[in-house]
């Protein structure tokens, strides 16, 4: 019988005994490329957040249930706009998200085409930063319980300082405190199930 912690951190690399077998990267080392059920075994976590995703997205109330998520994507995306104006030397008057799932980042920034290009662009790629920055600490419990407070803590903090609109306002910090208590009092399956979801949206 073999166990196999879900989503587990990964300690070493899978290894051969003998060098350079057939499944191996091509060089004289001893690196083994892992087995599709090797690696469903470590993700299973993901792999099923992924899968509720895409189920959700193609019935009716899948809409509803991701709202949240949807809002969650906005602020990221319109806090990366405000972040990108203070890199380079601007500033964040207010951040808006309204209830259709679009938001608006006002900010002030030296005039120029690449500071242009680079608060415009910000958005999007923050949206993956942070994806992909969560992406690599879901694997363990700690990473997941952290990642979640921080999480709800900083949406709390851009309420206070940025948000400005009624609905923005009141649904980030009805978020924010939720993902603080999820944070805080989940136990360890439902916290890092929570946190697989919202890397995965």
């Not at 899948?62 to 809002?71: E, N, R, V």
């Not at 602020?75 to 990108?84: D, N, Q, S, T």
């Not at 694997?139 to 949406?155: K, N, P, V």
């Not at 940025?162 to 989940?186: C, K, P, S, T």
Request: charged share 15%.
């Amino acid at each position: 019988m073999v166990v196999v912690e879900e989503d587990a951190a990964i300690d070493t690399p899978i290894r051969y005994a003998s060098k350079c077998p057939s499944l191996c990267c091509g060089c004289r080392c001893n690196y083994r490329v892992p087995t599709l059920q090797e690696l469903f075994d470590r993700d299973k976590r993901l792999l099923r957040s992924i899968l509720l995703v895409v189920v959700l997205l193609n019935i009716p109330i899948g809409s509803y249930i991701l709202y949240p998520f949807m809002i969650f994507s906005t602020w990221i995306h319109e806090l990366f706009h405000g972040l990108a104006a203070l890199s380079i030397g601007g500033k964040i008057i207010w951040l808006n998200v309204y209830s259709n799932g679009s938001g608006l980042a006002h900010t002030s920034y030296p005039a120029g085409a690449f500071q242009k290009a680079w608060v415009a662009g910000a958005g999007y790629q923050g949206t993956a930063i942070v994806g992909g920055i969560m992406l690599m600490f879901r694997r363990t419990e700690m990473g997941a319980r952290a990642g979640t407070l921080i999480l709800g803590l900083e949406m709390l903090f851009t309420c206070l300082l940025f948000v400005r609109n009624i609905f923005g306002l009141v649904m980030l910090i009805l978020m924010g405190i939720g993902l603080v208590i999820a944070g805080w009092r989940l136990p360890p399956f439902w916290v890092s199930e929570l946190y697989a979801l919202i890397a995965a949206t």
